[in-house]
């Protein structure tokens, strides 16, 4: 069955510093995507950023990276230089890529990220 | 474009009343999805649409949840008669067809007394 784990239900981190959100996953199918989301205290989801399973190189955007191990099935996200603003939920998801119609996403259950000043 | 438009954005209501969320979905995406968030239960998948077509309503809890989709434009999700374990965050988030990410509302929270 398709799983995403987030093992870290809360994490800190001091402004300005580097911090990894980590993200596991079980799935069958050969093709797939996974993304993070951001979920600030005002409620809305923010999609950050995507990786293919094919993709050769590791997705970023900004001060957002994904480190994608296939072999290990992880896809943790790493924000650097932490800025207050990065206090938030963060969502790891995956969807599979080829499968015609199927655009269900499995969701981990998220971690609490706190920047400290 | 004013992305994902929700309605409305808090809702108080009391058991049993009937409740209806509504959803305007980005212009030229297919896909539309309902979502609830919980405390206990994180984000659930209730149904998504693609061109208006409901393709998987598995996730609808009960036959007290329904939507619609009833143009490209527009869908609701109304739970009739309301119960307190409905009180949730309601998302509602459209995708293009070619693209992978989707783009969420701002969210309803419904608060069943």
């Known amino acids: 069955a398709q799983k995403i784990t987030q093992t870290q239900p809360g994490m800190f981190v001091q402004e300005k510093e580097a911090v990894t959100l980590d993200c596991t996953y079980d799935t069958s199918d050969p093709s797939y995507g996974l993304f993070w989301y951001k979920q600030p205290s005002s409620g809305e989801m923010i999609f950050l950023i995507y990786q293919g399973s094919y993709d050769q190189q590791n997705a970023t955007e900004g001060r957002y990276s994904l480190n994608f191990q296939k072999a290990r099935k992880s896809a943790n996200l790493v924000i650097s230089a932490s800025q207050l603003g990065d206090s938030a939920m963060y969502f790891c998801a995956m969807s599979p890529t080829n499968a015609g119609n199927n655009r269900k996403l499995i969701w981990g259950l998220g971690t609490s990220l706190a920047v400290n000043p | 474009d004013a992305g994902v438009i929700q309605s409305p954005r808090h809702e108080v209501t009391e058991m049993g009343q009937e409740v209806t969320l509504r959803c305007k979905p980005i212009?030229?995406?297919?896909?539309l999805f309902w979502y609830r968030q919980t405390m206990m239960r994180g984000l659930e998948l209730l149904i998504y649409?693609?061109?208006?077509?409901?393709?998987?309503d598995s996730g609808m809890p009960e036959d007290r949840f329904s939507a619609k989709m009833p143009n490209a434009s527009f869908s609701t999700l109304k739970i009739q008669p309301s119960e307190p374990r409905d009180s949730a965050v309601y998302f509602c988030a459209s995708a293009a067809a070619g693209a992978n990410v989707l783009t969420f509302g701002a969210g309803s929270r419904l608060t069943v007394l």
């Open positions: 649409f693609n061109n208006n077509v409901p393709i998987d």
């Open positions: 212009s030229g995406h297919d896909y």
